[in-house]
């Protein structure tokens, strides 16, 4: 196939001075870019780079006067708002050119995480009590549980997620959220720490027929306090955490096949509730109970072949990064051959 390949590269500068030192840390490495294009060329495809913005506009518009593309491979992360991993998606689902991932409707839905987790209860998937503080709002009074982490609302990649996102009194909140909102300028999530054993999973497929990759618990190396999965942590993995897959799990005791199971049906049920296509990752926490718990669901997991979560959680259950980015766009194809015969485009 003829396949563009959309994204946003990370900037090689530094935050400006007064930003946060996460300012571009959701935007993709020149690695992660040569890494799916040449794995999609050892597959037999022909790759051609469409970035994001213009020069993605550009390249379709001169692709329109010669031969079309016959899909796109889609990890941009667009700029702007809550609606930015929205805008390419939006843009080829108007000129009737396929791509792998989620639909613009999912990408907005999953990545305002006030709405996520009011969607995911709405469909009975269990989610921590929470409240959104708006961007310019000062904080009120907190009908929750204390301890409470904070967070901004539409952010991904762990931008605002820090080691001190735990808050233990109103004091701390207070400080943490202001600091929040003036960062990220946007509303800030409020939700019941869970201080339970956390999980990601990665799905792949469509409704019905999605499967779960596999179950990965990521586990500090080092037990002084509440774990948070944070920025701090994840520049320092191999250090920090220990990732710990289905069947270490199963074989060590850690986690019972009842508990797996229930681990993977909540990320199921995410997955077909936010209507997913292709692939997600969805991030699972424990409450005081034990009982596994919803945080978010990302329909955009990063896809960088050394220190992604999704790849992290391939190779921890025996997929080689050529055969997860092969699944990812075999069932892509199959859904883009059903949509046109249904549509003719």
């Known amino acids: 196939m003829r396949l563009g390949l959309t994204f946003n590269l990370r900037p090689e500068i530094a935050p400006l001075a007064g930003d946060p030192i996460d300012r571009y840390e959701e935007f993709d490495s020149e690695e992660t870019v040569t890494a799916i294009a040449a794995s999609l060329r050892r597959l037999g495809h022909e790759v051609e780079r469409l970035g994001w913005g213009p020069p993605m506009l550009d390249a379709l518009i001169r692709r329109a006067h010669g031969d079309r593309l016959d899909g796109v491979f889609n990890f941009a992360e667009g700029v702007g708002g809550r ?43 269990a989610t921590a009590p929470f409240l959104i503080v708006g961007a310019d709002d000062p ?44 960062n990220y300028r946007q509303p800030v999530l409020i939700e019941e720490f869970l201080p339970g054993d956390e999980y990601t999973v990665g799905v792949l497929g469509n409704g019905a027929g999605a499967e779960v990759l596999g179950v990965m618990q990521v586990q500090p190396r080092h037990h002084d306090g509440d774990f ?9 993995y191999l250090n920090q955490v220990e ?14 096949p009842a508990m797996l199971a229930t681990i993977r049906q909540l990320a199921l049920d995410a997955h077909r509730a936010f209507a997913c296509r292709d692939l997600s990752r969805v991030d699972i926490r424990c409450d005081r109970d034990g009982a596994p718990n919803f945080i978010e669901i990302n329909p955009l997991p990063g896809l960088n072949p050394l220190h992604s979560d999704l790849v992290w959680i391939a190779r921890g259950h025996g997929w080689d990064y050529d055969r997860l980015i092969a699944r990812i766009l075999d069932v892509a194809s199959e859904r883009w051959s059903q949509r046109a015969s249904t549509f003719n485009f």
Not at 97 to 124: C, E, M, R, W, Y
Not at 145 to 166: D, H
Not at 228 to 236: F, G, P, T
Not at 243 to 256: E, I, K, N, T
Request: proline share 5%; aromatic share 4%; with cysteine.
């Open 243 to 256: 990732y710990r897959m289905s069947d270490a799990l199963l074989a060590s005791g850690a986690v019972s």
């Open 139 to 182: 904080l009120g009074g907190v009908d929750l549980r204390y301890p409470l982490f904070a967070k901004p609302v539409a952010e991904g990649s762990s931008m605002g997620i820090r080691n001190n996102s735990v808050c233990r009194n109103h004091a701390e909140l207070l400080a943490l959220v202001a600091t929040l909102q003036r």
């Open 83 to 125: 609606g930015r991993e929205s805008q390419v998606p939006a843009m080829l689902e108007m000129l009737g050119i396929p791509n792998t991932g989620s639909d613009p409707v999912a990408l907005a839905l999953a990545l305002d995480k006030g709405l996520a987790k009011l969607f995911a209860a709405g469909h009975g998937i």
């Open 228 to 236: 948070v999965y944070s920025l701090e942590v994840k520049r320092d």
